[in-house]
């Protein structure tokens, strides 16, 4: 008969050690997940309706347009520009860091690409001399300001895209302007609540005056779900207080 020597048991110190082994690899594949692929994001204003409204949480495809310090948590200068992909096409609705304050991020619709002459006259906006077609769709609710009723206007563009944007009426600082010429590397965003959107009509300080490709962290792609005004992570008893109509909704 051969005798055994027994299997001696893990002390609490290595089981502790493996345990937090464990969770570090995990978060690393987790910030991994968020620099290279997706990554998602809150709605915290109204800048967007009607296409994307306060609660939103969406997710962004950082892959599409490449990669930049942009990408990283806090926009570290670790190189300039973007490395393997693309400038965004026009209409793409876009999140990008504030040049002021890299911690901070912003979502918004590319108006204007690199080269472009960009122009609102009445409210109407013109790419190189040419007016960007739009539909009366009747007055809407504005969420955030029940006391608001915005016009809808469908707009399309020469591609085919089409999206919503909001009209609170004539004379709204915004409504006409000078003509914005985009340098090289820039990109000019509009909310599409015209008159309730801070953007590249306005310089960086005020709006955000002219995106670097290299403050842009990537295309916004679907709400995967939305709460109600009010609710948030501090407060469980709100957590079931959804817009359910809004689940997996593409981001036109």
Known sequence: ????????????????????????????????????????????????????????????????????????????????????????????????????????TLIKRVVGLPGDRVRVVGGVVSVNGVAIPREGMGPAADKDDPDVHPLRFDERLPDGRTYVTFDRGAENPGDDTGVYLVPAGGYFMMGDNRDNSLDSRWPAGTGVGFVAAQDIVGRADRVMVSWNQGAGLLKPWTWLDLQWDRFFKPIR
Do not use: C, H, N
């Open 1 to 104: 008969m051969t005798d055994t020597a027994d299997t001696p048991k893990p002390t609490l110190l290595a089981e502790a050690v493996d345990i937090l082994r464990t969770v570090a690899i995990a978060l690393g594949v987790a910030m991994l997940f968020r620099i290279v692929a997706w990554q998602p994001y809150t709605i915290p204003s109204s800048s967007m309706e009607p296409g994307l409204a306060t609660g939103d949480y969406i997710v962004v495809a950082k892959f599409a347009y490449g990669w930049s310090r942009a990408s990283f948590p806090f926009a570290p200068p670790l190189f300039e520009g973007r490395v393997l992909g693309s400038g965004p096409k026009r209409g793409e609705v876009v999140v990008f860091r504030d040049r002021l304050d890299p911690g901070k």
